[in-house]
């Protein structure tokens, strides 16, 4: 922790490897803090007393701005609006006067150091804070028009802007991006905002002049019918409690001042329906015209993407194309029909062989069974015919060795049967 608080050498050529460390810890660290804070705006002195450790201040700190400026990451305040159109903003101009005095003789004397009152933007932090605050005024009942009063403006963003320095800093962003304009009319300042999240904005013209204004009219009238149905209010109980009293006069008064109200009431009634239903064709007229933008916009890419396509291409494609399944389907069936190698086969001849072998094999049956067939062996040796002479010679002779009788030769029948 020493080390890292400890101040930078005066040059990275001495030992690149100790800057390097530092400067990476302390970098990206000074970075995260302001998100974390919500804070677009840095100055040196809040960022030594946010990372002040037991008494010790980082001593390299304003290396690190310098070097984050270097860089780009951050900017000058009074540099960014001096990017930007701000002849809106009343304090603009209050900025570029009221410099440290300080940093003014630094810089003329060519010294870059950072004062620790000058206030730094970080660069994309505050492309971030833009993009939310766009999101939000998308997300909010005021995206019905592009037009919108500064104030009201300034209270939907209050939780994401802390102060109105980022609020009016937020709203150069947006400018530099071509998503806001910023216009002052009749002493109040009107913000128009692009249609689209892609899409550029638009200088304000009198149609959007005038349709603020019909807003701003019918807020009043609104307004003013409330204030009015409050009174009507207050007048029926005044006369609620004279007439309890016994005050029959007063009652009679603040029953006359009630109905007087309540025509007031729907005087103002009449208007504001007026001026809502103007509202309301304006609102439809937009609507049409981006529904006609975009039907311009298909016809233009169906124009686009049917160029080379005909009636006459597509019907010749679709000759050609059965024409080939045609083809195909006579291959299909030529080679369907197989090779006969040249021979002609009479149909009549083939059915009368077919008829005869059917014969044939209804009376095979009758004749396997009177003469049994012969089982045929291919390859075979013929086997030798055995006497029945031998047979009883050999079967006696077993009869003998088993039984242990001598065996006669006049009835050789009549000794096996013992042995059996």
């Known amino acids: 922790m020493s080390f890292l608080f400890s101040a930078f050498k005066r040059s990275r050529e001495v030992n690149s490897t100790d800057w390097d460390s530092k400067m990476g810890f302390w970098a990206p660290l000074v970075l995260s803090h302001s998100r974390r804070q919500g804070v677009v705006r840095l100055r040196l002195r809040d960022l030594q007393e946010a990372f002040q450790r037991k008494g010790s201040v980082p001593l390299g700190l304003a290396t690190v701005l310098q070097d984050l400026l270097r860089r780009g990451e951050l900017q000058r305040e009074s540099d960014f609006m001096a990017s930007v159109d701000s002849s809106w903003i009343s304090w603009g101009v209050g900025v570029f006067l009221l410099k440290p005095l300080k940093w003014t003789l630094s810089n003329m004397l060519g010294d870059n150091k950072v004062p620790a009152e000058e206030v730094l933007v970080a660069v994309e932090l505050l492309k971030e804070k833009a993009e939310e605050v766009y999101r939000l005024y998308q997300n909010s009942p005021l ?61 304000v013209n009198d149609v959007d002049v005038g349709v603020y204004q019909l807003m701003q009219s019918e807020q009043l009238l609104s307004r003013k019918v409330e204030s009015l149905s409050q009174e009507s209010e207050r007048c029926k109980e005044e006369a609620r409690r004279a007439c309890r009293a016994g005050k029959k006069q007063l ?164 000794q096996l049967e013992p042995a059996l």
């Open 143 to 203: 995206s019905s028009h592009p037009v919108v009063a500064l104030s009201e403006l300034s209270a939907l963003c209050a939780n994401s802007c802390p102060d109105e320095r980022t609020f009016y800093l937020v709203l150069l962003q947006l400018q530099k991006e071509k998503r806001v304009t910023v216009l002052e009319q009749n002493g109040e300042k009107i913000v128009k905002f692009a249609r689209g999240p892609h899409a550029k904005v638009s200088p």
């Open 251 to 414: 009652a009679l008064r603040s029953l006359k001042a009630k109905q007087r109200t309540e025509k007031r009431i729907e005087a103002l009634h009449a208007k504001l329906d007026t001026v809502q239903g103007i509202l309301d064709r304006i609102y439809a007229s937009q609507t049409d015209q981006m529904v006609f933008n975009a039907y311009q916009a298909g016809v233009g890419a169906l124009k686009l993407s049917m160029k080379d396509v005909t009636v006459e291409k597509a019907e010749s494609l679709v000759d050609q194309i059965q024409e080939l399944c045609d083809t195909q389907d006579e291959v299909s069936q030529t080679l369907a029909g197989g090779v006969t190698n040249g021979l002609d086969f009479d149909s009549e001849e083939l059915e009368k062989e077919l008829d005869i072998l059917l014969q044939d094999t209804t009376k095979e049956p009758l004749d396997t069974l009177e003469n049994p067939p012969e089982t045929l062996y291919t390859n075979s040796v013929p086997k030798p015919r055995i006497l029945d002479a031998e047979l009883e010679a050999e079967l006696e002779k077993l009869s003998l060795s088993e039984g242990g009788l001598v065996p006669s030769s006049k009835s050789p029948k009549r």
